[in-house]
């Protein structure tokens, strides 16, 4: 069976698990912790994508990231793969650190939010790794030290979250702790992390109701809400896609973008695909970049392909024209004829 597409939007909340290759470590010692920390940080910080919790295992890693100005797959991809090249030449090593395909759940913000960081920043103490809640408080490398200002990670985005238990750091962090140690009996919660339906309806209890009550709702295995929120993210990713099709129907292809974008910026066709770092061409590509991901669904392997450019230099250029086309009010299309 073929895999679902990933579902994202500006502002989405996802909950990310990467494990490594057959369960095999992706972190040997702290070295290579702090090596990932400073690349996840480094792209938060260059995306623009805040991050609420997060978890380093041996052999896995937790993430709840909100989409910023950058597609998660993009965020994802930059992180796994710079770490997996620095973790094989650093430990001698060749072939797959993660599995296939990392897991994305996007999820309802105001049901779950809280009960992701708690669950997320339970980890390192459901693992052993921690023995105790003063032991987890001080934890370097879980996203709960810095949420009890233990330790410092500036990408960490800690007010957001803090605000909900109190409007005084020393108030809002007791009542985070008291709700972090209620959670301490709940063991591994599999609605969270898994389970289609089951995920989707809030656990087995839900489902059950929904059977005895004759209930219909609607699941789907990369997202956690109630039925209405699947519902409507189901909707929004449908239209996206359907839109994306239209224009590739419509024969918006990659040579139509360019004379678009050069008749956006009244230049040759010719000046959009120029190499070099003059303004004009920096603004060109960037808006190609932005309009070609964004807006035709093609990937950033491609357009890298196409100009002849590195992939991390894509991301940046669609980060860019995103706010070049904001800033000057551009569109790639104002109507799609039905």
Same mark, same amino acid.
């Given at each position: ?6 579902i ?5 909340l ?6 490594g290759i057959?369960?095999r ?7 290579? &912790?702090d090596?990932?920390l400073?690349r996840?940080?480094?792209i ?5 994508t805040?991050?609420?919790a ?12 909100r989409t910023?100005?950058?597609p998660i !797959?993009t ?8 770490y997996?090249v620095t973790?094989?030449r650093?430990?001698r090593?060749?072939?797959q650190?993660?599995q296939n395909r990392y897991?994305?759940?996007?999820c ?10 708690r +669950?997320?920043?339970? #980890?390192?103490?459901r693992? $052993?790794i ?8 001080? +934890? ?6 810095v949420?009890? $200002?233990k #330790?410092? &990670?500036e990408w ?18 007791? *009542?985070?702790?008291?709700y972090?140690?209620?959670?301490f !009996?709940d063991g591994?919660r599999? %609605?969270?992390v898994g ?5 989707s309806a809030g ?9 005895w009550?004759?209930e219909?709702?609607? $699941?789907?295995?990369r997202?956690?809400g109630e ?10 990713a449908?239209? #996206?896609? %359907?839109?994306k099709?239209?224009?590739?129907a419509?024969? +918006?292809?990659f040579?139509?973008l360019?004379?678009r ?6 230049i040759?066709p010719k000046d959009v695909?120029?190499p070099?770092k +003059?303004?004009?061409s920096v603004?060109?590509?960037?808006l190609?970049?932005y309009? $070609?991901?964004?807006e035709?669904?093609?990937t950033?392997?491609?357009l890298a *392909?196409r100009l #002849?450019?590195?992939q991390p230099t ?7 024209g995103?706010k070049?086309?904001?800033d000057?009010?551009?569109?790639l ?5 039905q």
């Open positions: 069976m073929p895999r679902k597409a990933r994202d939007a500006p502002g989405a996802h909950h990310i698990i990467a494990r057959e369960k470590k992706i972190f040997f010692d702290n070295a290579d &912790r090596n990932f400073e996840l940080g480094t938060l910080t260059e995306t623009r805040p991050c609420f997060w978890t380093l295992i041996p052999n896995h890693l937790h993430l709840l990231l910023g100005s950058t !797959a965020v994802m991809r930059r992180l796994l793969t710079g997996a973790f094989n650093r430990h090593r060749h072939g650190l993660f897991k994305s759940i996007l309802q913000e105001d049901l779950y939010l809280l009960e992701l960081v +669950y997320i920043h339970l #980890n390192p103490l693992a $052993g921690v023995k105790e809640a003063k032991e987890l408080d001080k +934890y370097p490398f879980c996203g709960h030290s949420l009890m $200002g #330790n410092k &990670r960490q985005d800690v007010d957001y979250i803090l605000k909900f238990y109190g409007s005084k750091y020393l108030t809002a962090r007791r *009542r985070y702790r008291e972090v140690k209620k959670g !009996a591994r599999p %609605e969270l389970g289609g339906l089951v995920r656990g087995w209890s839900a489902v059950k109701a929904m059977r009550g004759f219909r709702m609607k $699941g789907d295995e997202i956690l039925g209405d929120f699947v519902e409507t993210v189901l909707r929004a449908r239209e #996206n896609l %359907e839109r099709s239209q224009l590739e419509a024969g +918006y292809s040579d139509w360019v004379g974008v050069a008749r956006q910026l009244e040759e695909l120029a070099g +003059y303004a004009q603004v060109a590509r960037s190609l970049c309009w $070609g991901a964004r035709l669904g093609m950033t392997v491609d *392909r #002849n450019l590195a894509i991301s940046q250029a669609v980060m860019r995103q070049i086309a904001e000057r009010g551009l569109c299309i104002e109507k799609i004829d």
